[in-house]
Nanobody
Framework: QVQLVESGGGLVQAGGSLGLSCSVS????????MGWYRQAPGKQRELVAS???????NDADSVEDRFTISRDNTKNTIYLKMNSMKLEDTDIYYC??????????????????WGQGAQVTVSS
């Protein structure tokens, strides 16, 4: 089974920095893309930043020049470095992975997986 484990959430003051990490485990054949999403109460989950196999990154306008996504392919891990944080960055952050991995049918399949979510709270 593919599992995404997030870490690094917590409380930070506005203007401060915080980092998140997400590690993918399981019988992974390849990772096409991974990303970070966030979701506020009553809102749809929205993309924060993503990174593809060829290292192409895509950042939301609201976080561009403040947040940086990176990856370590040898560890199947992505990171999100959040700088100059704002109150509006308060959300639950979810890691997402687009992978080819062993499915519950014991064969390789294209899977879309979510992490458990990490609470990020920015205080004034």
């Amino acid at each position: 089974q593919v599992q995404l484990v997030e870490s690094g959430g917590g409380l930070v003051q506005a203007g401060g920095s915080l980092g998140l990490s997400c590690s993918v485990s399981g019988k992974i054949l390849s990772i096409n893309a991974m990303g970070w999403y966030r979701q506020a109460p009553g809102k749809q989950r929205e993309l924060v930043a993503s990174i593809t196999r060829d290292s192409t990154t895509n950042d939301a306008d609201s976080v561009e020049d403040r947040f940086t996504i990176s990856r370590d392919n040898t560890k199947n891990t992505i990171y999100l470095k959040m700088n100059s944080m704002k109150l509006e960055d308060t959300d639950i952050y979810y890691c997402h992975a687009d992978v080819v991995a062993v499915s519950n049918c014991d064969i390789y399949a294209r899977l879309y997986c979510w992490g458990q979510g990490a609470q990020v709270t920015v205080s004034s």
